[in-house]
């Protein structure tokens, strides 16, 4: 009984300094310790597995490693409770652990000077004065009884003080709804994108050739998203080049935007899979600003960091290649881009997994060579360089779907950017390839709508689809994972008529 609330003094004192540590962290600005020890965690997280959390858990992810932090961080607090009963030195040693290892996560996330510490400072001091007062009633309480009465009025009271703390935090961090209002009042000239005539087949159950903003495919490995004023936002242009630059967000602009449809792809996409959309992007084209910055020779990669500081590499040929529209992306589908996509600005390069040349709230721009540099996925035994592999998808009828029996529409969509899709074909219980019909495409870096029709008899039924890419080569049936550069294999679906 007793050492039960020695443990919950501890959970008490770490929970009031998780709160002071986030409001301090919030008043200044920076990230909070907890979230760099679930970033330390999420980073020191070997890569295969890592991508299984991001990917398979999905939008959950975040929210699930800073909980899981949290409660582990409170679990150790009860425990330096209990300790601190018989031996409260030991407790002040293990909290001040705690506090190290969060520092060094703080310190580790890198540049942001000494307000990381402060705020790690103002949780451990805190720690220790709550679990102090609130041990000191049950130590000198004349009665147990006593003792815990006093307990509770200082566990409320620790209680309102935190829970205002955050509040406040919060209040003073109003940084982030400032850029959504920034946003909010951007007039971009960028327009929306008409979709070609065709290109929607209008077969029931497949997704929109174009994907809305509010339905597009989401990664990153930020556990907040960065919140950059368009006013604050700086993009330099650096490395091995003749004329490092610095530009604006109003100056990129003002460079003029050029629109083009591109469809985004994630080399975790699993063969089926929905980690992919298409959009109307507008933007800079970044080989008018590599020009500008003169390129030298030798460099054959840009490195890019986002003002979270994730990494990626391109080949510099994909990026001054005048026949591919790699641009600085403003917009998505003719408004601003959301936060979650990379506002203000993002790079877009048609034909290239997201992971090696998507990268979102970017700030800098290195011009260097592949063997100077690793990037974030690249790390973690992703590949250097990611072409996106021709792929084709069954949206119609889904895995386990039940049909009538009879005529039956099939689709779904299929795509090899920058390459282009000639032929799409689909295949009923084992039997011939049939080809499908091919929705319209403005060009070659879109996906690409099929249909097809279907007679099926009662019973179970499977269905498999293949697509073959512009220079003629149809995708291999090996199935291999998505890892280190993108899965193959043909989609396959069994389904039930009748
Ligand atoms: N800053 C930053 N940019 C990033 C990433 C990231 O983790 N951080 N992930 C990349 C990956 S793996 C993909 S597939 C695309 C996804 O872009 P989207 O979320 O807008 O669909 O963004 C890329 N850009
Ligand atoms: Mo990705």
Same mark, same amino acid.
């Given at each position: 009984?007793? +050492?039960?609330?020695?443990?919950?003094?501890?959970?008490?004192?770490?929970? %009031?300094?998780?709160?002071?540590?986030?409001?301090?962290? %919030?008043?200044?600005?920076?990230?909070?310790?907890?979230?760099?020890?679930?970033?330390?965690?999420? @980073?020191?997280?070997?890569?295969?597995?890592?991508? #299984?959390?991001?990917?398979? *858990?999905?939008?959950?992810?975040?929210?699930?490693?800073?909980?899981?932090? =949290?409660?582990?961080?409170?679990?150790?607090?009860?425990?330096?409770?209990?300790?601190?009963?018989?031996?409260? &030195?030991?407790? @002040?040693?293990?909290?001040?652990?705690?506090?190290?290892?969060?520092?060094?996560?703080?310190?580790?996330?890198?540049?942001?000077?000494?307000?990381?510490?402060?705020?790690?400072?103002?949780?451990?001091?805190?720690?220790? =004065?709550?679990?102090?007062?609130?041990?000191?009633?049950?130590? #000198?309480?004349?009665?147990?009884?006593?003792?815990?009465?006093?307990?509770?009025?200082?566990?409320?009271?620790?209680?309102?003080? +935190?829970? !205002?703390?955050? *509040?406040?935090?919060?209040?003073?961090?109003?940084?982030?709804?400032? =850029?959504?209002?920034?946003?909010?009042?951007?007039?971009?000239?960028?327009?929306?994108? &008409?979709?070609?005539?065709?290109?929607?087949?209008?077969?029931?159950?497949?997704?929109?050739?174009?994907?809305?903003?509010?339905?597009?495919?989401?990664?990153?490995?930020?556990?907040?998203?960065?919140?950059?004023?368009?006013?604050?936002?700086?993009? #330099?242009?650096?490395?091995?080049?003749?004329?490092?630059?610095?530009?604006?967000?109003?100056?990129?602009?003002?460079?003029?935007?050029?629109?083009?449809?591109? &469809?985004?792809?994630?080399?975790?996409?699993?063969?089926?899979? @929905?980690?992919?959309?298409?959009?109307?992007?507008?933007? $800079?084209?970044?080989?008018?600003?590599?020009?500008?910055?003169? $390129?030298?020779?030798?460099?054959?990669?840009?490195?890019?960091?986002?003002?979270?500081?994730?990494?990626?590499?391109?080949?510099?040929?994909?990026?001054?290649?005048?026949?591919?529209?790699?641009?600085?992306?403003?917009?998505?589908?003719?408004?601003?881009?959301? !936060?979650?996509?990379?506002?203000?600005?993002?790079?877009? =390069?048609?034909?290239?997994?997201?992971?090696? +040349? %998507?990268?979102?709230?970017?700030?800098?721009?290195?011009?260097?060579?592949?063997?100077?540099?690793? %990037?974030?996925?690249?790390?973690?035994?992703?590949?250097?360089?990611?072409?996106?592999?021709?792929?084709? #998808?069954?949206?119609?009828?889904?895995?386990?779907?039940?049909?009538?029996?009879?005529?039956?529409?099939?689709?779904? +969509?299929?795509?090899?950017?920058?390459?282009?899709?000639?032929?799409?074909?689909?295949?009923?219980?084992?039997?011939?390839?049939?080809?499908?019909?091919?929705?319209?495409?403005?060009?070659?870096?879109?996906? $690409?709508?099929?249909?097809?029709?279907?007679?099926?008899?009662?019973?179970?039924?499977?269905?498999?689809?293949?697509?073959?890419?512009?220079?003629?080569?149809?995708?291999?049936?090996?199935?291999?994972?998505?890892?280190? @550069?993108?899965?193959?294999?043909?989609?396959?679906?069994?389904?039930?008529?009748?």
């Amino acid at each position: 009984m007793r +050492s039960s609330w020695y443990a919950g003094a501890g959970v008490i004192a770490g929970g %009031a300094g998780v709160a002071t540590s986030l409001a301090a962290a %919030a008043a200044l600005r920076t990230t909070s310790p907890v979230v760099a020890v679930a970033e330390a965690v999420r @980073d020191a997280t070997p890569g295969g597995l890592a991508d #299984r959390l991001i990917h398979v *858990v999905g939008h959950a992810d975040k929210p699930l490693l800073v909980a899981g932090t =949290v409660v582990i961080l409170l679990g150790l607090c009860a425990l330096a409770g209990r300790l601190s009963c018989r031996h409260p &030195t030991a407790a @002040d040693v293990m909290l001040g652990l705690l506090a190290v290892l969060g520092l060094l996560a703080a310190v580790g996330r890198g540049g942001s000077g000494v307000a990381p510490a402060i705020a790690v400072v103002v949780g451990f001091v805190t720690w220790i =004065v709550v679990l102090r007062l609130l041990t000191g009633r049950l130590h #000198r309480a004349a009665t147990p009884a006593a003792g815990r009465r006093g307990f509770l009025a200082v566990a409320g009271g620790v209680a309102l003080i +935190s829970g !205002l703390a955050v *509040v406040g935090g919060r209040a003073l961090s109003s940084g982030r709804r400032a =850029v959504e209002e920034a946003r909010a009042r951007l007039r971009l000239p960028a327009r929306r994108g &008409t979709v070609p005539a065709g290109a929607d087949l209008g077969v029931a159950g497949v997704p929109p050739w174009r994907t809305p903003a509010s339905a597009f495919y989401l990664i990153h490995t930020a556990l907040i998203v960065p919140a950059v004023a368009p006013a604050d936002w700086r993009l #330099r242009i650096h490395g091995m080049v003749d004329r490092p630059l610095e530009i604006g967000y109003d100056e990129l602009v003002g460079r003029g935007l050029h629109g083009r449809w591109v &469809t985004l792809c994630c080399v975790s996409n699993e063969v089926g899979g @929905d980690l992919i959309g298409n959009a109307f992007w507008s933007g $800079v084209p970044i080989r008018d600003l590599l020009a500008q910055a003169g $390129v030298r020779a030798g460099a054959d990669a840009v490195k890019q960091t986002s003002a979270d500081g994730w990494t990626c590499g391109t080949p510099l040929a994909a990026l001054t290649d005048p026949h591919r529209d790699a641009m600085l992306a403003v917009a998505m589908n003719g408004r601003p881009l959301p !936060l979650v996509h990379g506002f203000p600005v993002r790079m877009v =390069v048609p034909g290239l997994y997201g992971y090696v +040349s %998507a990268t979102k709230w970017l700030v800098d721009l290195e011009v260097t060579r592949f063997d100077r540099f690793t %990037a974030y996925w690249t790390q973690r035994g992703w590949g250097e360089r990611g072409p996106v592999k021709t792929e084709s #998808r069954i949206d119609v009828p889904r895995s386990g779907a039940r049909v009538p029996a009879g005529r039956v529409r099939v689709g779904g +969509s299929a795509w090899a950017q920058h390459t282009g899709i000639a032929k799409v074909e689909y295949q009923l219980d084992g039997g011939p390839w049939q080809p499908a019909l091919l929705g319209a495409v403005p060009q070659a870096d879109t996906w $690409v709508q099929w249909a097809g029709e279907i007679t099926v008899a009662p019973g179970e039924h499977e269905l498999r689809v293949r697509a073959t890419d512009r220079t003629g080569s149809t995708q291999t049936a090996v199935r291999r994972d998505v890892l280190p @550069d993108g899965a193959t294999g043909w989609h396959t679906v069994g389904f039930q008529a009748g």
